[in-house]
């Protein structure tokens, strides 16, 4: 298999190539950039354009933190005016995403305008297809009616004119039709930065989802299934057994990867992957840890030098099961295991839960040993290695929240004690500093994704069994756990909701996920009527702080820069308010309710 890596120069040239036709239309670009002819003459052509829509597309969905800081499963030191529910119809949540869809548009008809064979037009056309599919599906998620364009405008016609879908469900029929057309025209295998047949079932089985939960047509779910079935059957995608090494340079481009967005060393530095690489990385040196007494000193000095601002939660870590040393066969929270219950005295007050140890021995063994194997290939916590370096969260540790002397909103905080593993890369050399060199992708779709998208639509027929076998695929392979043995439809939707958390953090579901539960109501959302609150977007996030002698831990909530302040609105949150100025400029735009 083929692997491409998008360039950034390669791109720059591309935006310039692309540039066509009319002044009058917020999508559009100078006319007389390129030749055409000569772009459409033959697919090899025609796919650099195709390659360049695919970065421009793709780039929706990269940087793992965006939309997953909107959940508690990861904190910014600076806040987010999102969580407090203080957003309004002023703000730009991306409506205007009409030089992408041109940029479809024109693969779509320059395609079948040109001279190519038939069979290289419909593969063309399967990527033009696939790529709006893409861009809709992001939009529709966000504002549900969208202004769908399905042809290249003129310089006479007037966008701005033109009317929403008349219904989110208008929406998504519009987009699973594109699927489907992509489907037909795209190659059975393909490298991992473009797309090929499985790429498109793997969008197809989530949209699905999505769909169902906004439309309330059932009949989504089988497509579901049925997508998902065409990846999982079709013998070119297997699951990766390193977890950690799917998101970073040892198995970038594994057999699990249905789609990736890749970057090139050649010309991308730790600062162009900025929220996922520069602002997860922390700001410490010797200096620090001499000043405060915090040991060990890093054989290293220096070795962390970022803009440190993003943390995962102890929200997400409490979802990682741990192995029951008592009875193995069983999966339990890791505060509820008989080796914590046998050692450790727990106490409780209005502000924190702490414990201490009454045996010998540090409490990290209590904490972290026979957890989900996921947990240490995901998330850097107490007393684990990284770059090199022994990596210390205690009171007393290396890297400890209070290393600095107190928190800074600005930068170089990490607010939790503890830091991404996932999607980091290890190989920069001589540091992972701002201009030093790396290669970096970002899974898009996976076939790990796929085998959860198919247990939710399982769950959704009420097939417990089967769902449960399905989910139970990832949750043993990846995260070394015994089986699921949920029986109900509560039961089974508690532990779906937790895979899907822990499988997909940092991958831009959560979010997402959380909102098409709300939608669907009751088991999925703790037995609440669709529609309803969403808990998990009202739950204030906690940090773990263990003891400098590791004798005795406590779990606080988040009060600095009122993350602790966490509201949903579900009047109006399960949509984003259209921006204020699309809506005055379209004229004919409405509004999402209540914004």
Request: contains cysteine; proline residues 3%; neutral net charge.
């Amino acid at each position: 298999m083929k692997n491409v890596c998008i360039k950034t120069g390669a791109l720059l040239l591309l935006l310039v190539m692309a540039g066509i036709s009319c002044k009058k239309l917020d999508e559009t670009r100078p006319f007389d950039k390129f030749d055409e002819l000569a772009v459409w003459s033959s697919k090899n052509n025609a796919m650099v354009f195709v390659n360049g829509t695919y970065g421009d597309v793709l780039g929706l969905y990269t940087n793992y933190v965006a939309d997953e800081i909107w959940t508690n499963n990861i904190i910014a030191s600076n806040g987010d005016a999102f969580t407090r529910d203080q957003i309004t119809r002023d703000d730009d949540y991306g409506f205007n995403q009409f030089a992408r869809i041109r940029r479809c548009n024109l693969i779509i008809e320059k395609a079948q305008a040109s001279a190519m064979t038939e069979a290289e037009k419909a593969e063309l056309v399967g990527h033009g297809k696939f790529l709006r599919a893409m861009t809709y599906y992001w939009l529709a998620r966000r504002f549900g009616r969208v202004v769908y364009i399905d042809r290249v405008l003129t310089e006479n016609e007037e966008s701005y004119a033109l009317p929403q879908t008349a219904s989110i469900a208008e929406t998504y029929s519009l987009i699973m039709k594109d699927i489907d057309d992509a489907i037909t025209g795209l190659p059975e295998t393909a490298s991992t930065g473009i797309a090929s047949k499985s790429a498109a079932y793997a969008l197809k089985s989530e949209a699905a989802l999505q769909a169902a939960a906004y439309t309330g047509e059932a009949g989504y779910y089988q497509q579901a299934i049925a997508a998902a079935d065409a990846v999982i059957n079709n013998g070119n995608h297997a699951l990766q057994a390193d977890y950690e090494g799917l998101f970073n340079e040892k198995q970038r481009f594994s057999t699990e990867v249905i789609l990736g967005y890749y970057r090139d060393k050649s010309n991308t530095v730790v600062s162009s992957i900025d929220m996922d690489m520069q602002r997860a990385i922390p700001n410490v040196n010797n200096d620090d840890l001499n000043l405060r007494g915090a040991t060990p000193l890093f054989k290293q000095d220096k070795v962390f030098e970022n803009w440190g601002r993003y943390s995962p939660t102890q929200n997400l870590m409490d979802e990682y099961l741990a192995i029951d040393e008592a009875d193995p066969a069983k999966a339990v929270k890791w505060d509820q295991t008989s080796q914590y219950l046998a050692n450790i005295t727990k106490r409780s007050s209005s502000y924190s839960d702490s414990a201490v140890i009454s045996g010998d021995g540090s409490i990290n063994s209590i904490i972290y040993n026979n957890r989900d194997k996921r947990l240490a290939a995901s998330i850097v916590y107490d007393s684990t290695a990284w770059y090199g370096e022994l990596v210390t969260t205690n009171r007393n540790g290396n890297l400890h929240r209070l290393i600095k002397g107190s928190l800074n909103s600005d930068c170089c905080t990490q607010i939790t004690n503890a830091f991404f593993r996932k999607g980091i890369y290890t190989n920069i050399a001589p540091r992972p500093f701002f201009n030093v060199n790396t290669d970096y992708h970002w899974v898009i779709f996976r076939l790990g994704r796929v085998y959860l998208n198919k247990a939710e639509a399982l769950l959704r027929q009420d097939k417990i069994a089967e769902a449960v076998q399905t989910l139970n695929i990832t949750r043993e392979f990846h995260g070394g756990l015994p089986p699921s043995t949920a029986t109900t439809s509560g039961a089974a939707w508690t532990d779906y909701k937790r895979e899907r958390r822990v499988e997909l953090f940092k991958e831009k579901d959560y979010y997402w996920s959380l909102l098409r539960w709300g939608k669907y109501g009751g088991d999925a959302n703790h037995g609440i009527a669709a529609n309803g609150t969403i808990p998990e977007l009202e739950q204030a996030p906690t940090f773990m702080e263990i003891n400098a002698d590791r004798r005795g831990y406590r779990i606080e909530v988040i009060n600095f820069n009122q993350n602790d302040q966490r509201i949903f609105d579900e009047t109006r949150r399960y949509l984003l308010p259209i921006q204020n100025s699309q809506i005055v400029r379209h004229g004919s735009l409405q509004q999402n309710p209540n914004w």
